[in-house]
């Protein structure tokens, strides 16, 4: 009888674990022991694995061959090519089947497919008996997988000691080294013996390795090794990496080295710092750490830790614990990464005062900067410590640097002073620190960054309008800054307040002599006063205040670009604000006016869908059959409208008469430039 894959009645017993059956059918003349199946199994290895010493003593006595083994396409398909008895009664730690089988001369020493012996898999599955009876009968304790089907398992190297190791078996790899095991064995990309347990951390199963000549350097190598991000990782790497601290000590009482360079540039003491385990990194100085050593080359250059030494990882996460050690055993305070920058200006910017004092306090520049082509890349170059404070407020340590000789008016490459970034972030505290101290309230950033940026000749004045600081406009204002100062557009303080409808401090500027008719350019290079500004932005209060002091309201903007032509009142009618509308044309606005292609107010706010605006200006005088030419034809408020499917303005048009087109073809949803 046999069944799909041709096993025997015997094999089908032995593996339905049927143990009376498969007696009879052993003792049976008629039964042939050594009938394998397809697959190559025979009955004497399926009583191996199922594990009866009795039955396997008949089959053995019988005839049957010890180290018959699967074999052929099928076998390796089911991944049992090459497995004898004796791996069999191994595997499933059947020891005294393992003891007949050694005494009927099976060979301990033969391997499978993948190339794994009898003995390598007692050690790996912790099976110690079989180890003893595996060894005592001569198996080879350096024997280990090759070939090219090992290679792609990533066995190959993995003796019976590596086996054990890697799984933490103490046991069995203390009596494999007694009884002479290679304990500096590696596999074929250089792992040891030593280094999976040291990253598992296995203190035993290291100690014991280390006791018997392990060395503490190796490291994996090679694509594989790459592959997996390991290349260069001493077994003090992998245990530090693993934060398996107690082998992390035992390793550099051993004399593993603190400074062992990965592919990548790091070392097992900048690992520890960027842990920030204070007593870890006390072990690595005491075992010779260098203090100094940073990461170089591209692929530090990749992972951005080029020029991070023990202390500037300390400082990137506000250890002011390792800091002070690292200074007190005389690491470098000024270092600084690729980009330029320094353990101070990081600390500065994060705000951690304590950090400050301890890096100034050591001999810390004040006044370093971020030098270079990266720095200059980033907009880095120039950002003294007290930059990076100030643009984030922290007034106490501005305060210190400033004690300490840090210069107030130190500008970056884009021409900024910590005055300028402080009063741009809208750090008023900051703000009065500096001027007390001397800061220029009227520098501003110059040059051809500052151009390209376009903050040319924006002082702090005119960059705290823009953001509508109040309380640092007075300030500023207060201290002498200058109210009139105008960028390279022509901006002004004043024209910057327009925008925010804040009249108290428009009218501050004028009481301060600030032009309330200076003119700037737009986007689109078209001149503007600060009644287009209020108007564009709703500030009503501020362009009531402009129109009574005597600005006129049909002021248009001059120029070649797009917006030139438009008054106030278009402005105003684009956006909708209706009460700018109505105050506009009340002091004598144009409300037929148009702009340079030929858009009138009505045909903006028609196009713009504001349906109060269309009804305010057609109740004015608007007139709402006007036309412009639009691509070819001449178009109305009515065409704009409807072409955007704005039916209620629509509505608003036909109720003031406007005449319908008996068909439109403007294409759908055509928008005016605004």
Same mark, same amino acid.
């Given at each position: 009888y046999r069944e799909a894959d041709g096993l025997t009645a015997l094999s089908i017993a032995a593996g339905k674990k049927h143990k009376p059956l498969t007696e009879i059918l052993a003792s049976c003349p008629e039964v042939e022991v050594n009938k394998a199946s397809l697959s190559g199994i025979t009955p004497l290895l399926m009583v191996a694995e199922v594990g009866w010493p009795d039955i396997l003593d008949i089959l053995l006595q019988r005839g049957a061959v010890v180290d018959s083994a699967p074999s052929g396409k099928r076998a390796e398909d089911n991944k049992i090519a090459g497995s004898t008895p004796l791996i069999g009664a191994t595997k499933y730690n059947h020891p005294e089947c393992v003891k007949r089988l050694l005494a009927n001369h099976a060979n301990p020493n033969h391997q499978n497919q993948s190339g794994i012996s009898a003995l390598m898999l007692a050690a790996e599955q912790g099976f110690f008996d079989c180890v003893k009876l595996l060894v005592q009968a001569g198996a080879d304790l350096e024997l280990a997988p090759s070939g090219q089907l090992a290679l792609t398992m990533n066995l190959c190297g993995q003796t019976p000691l590596f086996c054990?190791?890697?799984?933490?078996?103490?046991?069995?790899?203390?009596?494999?080294?007694?009884?002479?095991?290679?304990?500096?064995?590696?596999?074929?990309?250089?792992?040891?013996?030593?280094?999976?347990?040291?990253?598992?951390?296995?203190?035993?199963?290291?100690?014991?390795?280390?006791?018997?000549?392990?060395?503490?350097?190796v490291a994996p190598f090679g694509n594989l090794a790459d592959e997996l991000n390991i290349t260069g990782w001493t077994p003090l790497y992998a245990a530090m990496k693993s934060r398996k601290f107690d082998v992390v000590k035992l390793?550099?009482?051993?004399?593993?080295?603190?400074?062992?360079?990965?592919?990548?540039?790091?070392?097992?003491?900048?690992?520890?710092?960027?842990?920030?385990?204070?007593?870890?990194?006390?072990?690595?100085?005491?075992?010779?750490?260098?203090?100094?050593?940073?990461?170089?080359?591209?692929?530090?250059?990749?992972?951005?830790?080029? &020029? +991070? /030494?023990?202390?500037?990882?300390?400082?990137? =996460?506000?250890? $002011? %614990?390792?800091?002070?050690? !690292? @200074? #007190?055993? *005389?690491?470098?305070?000024?270092?600084?990464?690729?980009?330029?920058?320094?353990?101070?200006?990081?600390?500065?910017?994060?705000?951690?005062?304590?950090?400050?004092?301890?890096?100034?306090?050591?001999?810390?520049?004040?006044?370093?900067?971020?030098?270079?082509?990266?720095?200059?890349?980033?907009?880095?170059? &120039? +950002? /003294?410590?007290?930059?990076?404070?100030?643009? =984030?407020?922290? $007034? %106490?340590?501005?305060?210190? !640097? @400033? #004690?300490? *000789?840090?210069?107030?008016?130190?500008?970056?490459?884009?021409?900024?002073?910590?005055?300028?970034?402080?009063?741009?972030?809208?750090?008023?505290?900051?703000?009065?620190?500096?001027?007390?101290?001397?800061?220029?309230?009227?520098?501003?950033?110059?040059?051809?960054?500052?151009?390209?940026?376009?903050?040319?000749? +924006? /002082?702090?004045?005119?960059?705290?309008?823009?953001?509508?600081?109040?309380?640092?406009?007075?300030? !500023? @204002?207060?201290? *002498?800054?200058?109210?009139?100062?105008?960028?390279?557009?022509?901006?002004?303080?004043?024209?910057?307040?327009?925008?925010?409808?804040?009249?108290?401090?428009?009218?501050?500027?004028?009481?301060?002599?600030?032009?309330?008719?200076?003119?700037?350019?737009?986007?689109?290079?078209?001149?503007?006063?600060?009644?287009?500004?209020?108007?564009?932005?709703?500030?009503f209060d501020t362009l009531r205040l402009l129109v009574e002091a005597g600005l006129d309201v049909n002021y248009k903007i001059e120029g070649k670009g797009e917006t030139a032509g438009r008054t106030p009142l278009f402005c105003a009618c684009a956006k909708g604000f209706q009460d700018i509308v109505e105050y506009l044309i009340d002091r004598g606005a144009d409300v037929n006016g148009t702009e340079k292609s030929g858009l009138s107010c009505l045909h903006i706010a028609a196009a713009m869908g504001h349906a109060d605006t269309v009804r305010i200006l057609c109740e004015r005088g608007a007139n709402v059959d006007q036309q412009f030419r639009f691509e070819e034809q001449d178009v109305t408020a009515y065409d704009l409208a409807e072409s955007q499917q704005h039916d209620h303005v629509c509505q608003v048009l036909r109720n003031f008469g406007a005449r319908q087109p008996q068909h439109s073809t403007l294409p759908s949803h055509v928008e005016p430039n605004k």
């Open positions: 054990a190791a890697k799984e933490g078996r103490t046991e069995i790899v203390k009596y494999l080294l007694d009884r002479g095991a290679n304990p500096r064995v590696q596999n074929h990309y250089g792992v040891s013996a030593l280094w999976i347990p040291a990253q598992k951390g296995m203190l035993q199963v290291v100690e014991l390795l280390l006791n018997a000549g392990a060395e503490t350097h390793l550099l009482k051993r004399g593993a080295d603190p400074n062992a360079v990965t592919k990548l540039g790091s070392t097992p003491f900048l690992l520890a710092s960027e842990i920030c385990d204070l007593d870890i990194i006390e072990a690595c100085v005491e075992a010779g750490a260098d203090l100094d050593f940073a990461p170089s080359g591209p692929d530090a250059d990749n992972l951005n830790i080029t &020029g +991070q /030494t023990a202390l500037f990882m300390a400082t990137l =996460k506000d250890r $002011v %614990d390792v800091v002070k050690f !690292l @200074i #007190q055993k *005389g690491a470098h305070v000024n270092v600084q990464n690729r980009y330029g920058v320094s353990p101070l200006l990081l600390c500065a910017e994060s705000g951690n005062y304590e950090l400050v004092q301890a890096l100034v306090q050591a001999g810390a520049d004040v006044n370093i900067t971020p030098k270079g082509e990266l720095a200059e890349e980033n907009f880095l170059a &120039g +950002q /003294t410590p007290l930059f990076g404070a100030a643009k =984030k407020g922290h $007034v %106490d340590i501005c305060e210190y !640097l @400033i #004690q300490n *000789g840090a210069d107030v008016n130190a500008v970056t490459m884009t021409g900024a002073t910590p005055l300028y970034t402080a009063t741009e972030e809208g750090h008023l505290d900051v703000v009065r620190l500096l001027i007390r101290h001397g800061a220029d309230v009227n520098r501003s950033p110059k040059g051809q960054v500052a151009r390209d940026l376009h903050i040319e000749n +924006q /002082t702090p004045l005119l960059i705290a309008c823009m953001r509508n600081h109040e309380a640092i406009i007075r300030h !500023l @204002i207060e201290s *002498g800054a200058n109210v009139n100062v105008t960028s390279e557009r022509g901006s002004s303080p004043f024209l910057a307040i327009c925008q925010h409808n804040n009249v108290e401090l428009a009218r501050l500027l004028i009481q301060h002599e600030a032009r309330h008719d200076v003119e700037a350019k737009n986007l689109y290079d078209g001149k503007i006063n600060g009644l287009i500004v209020a108007a564009e932005s709703g500030s």
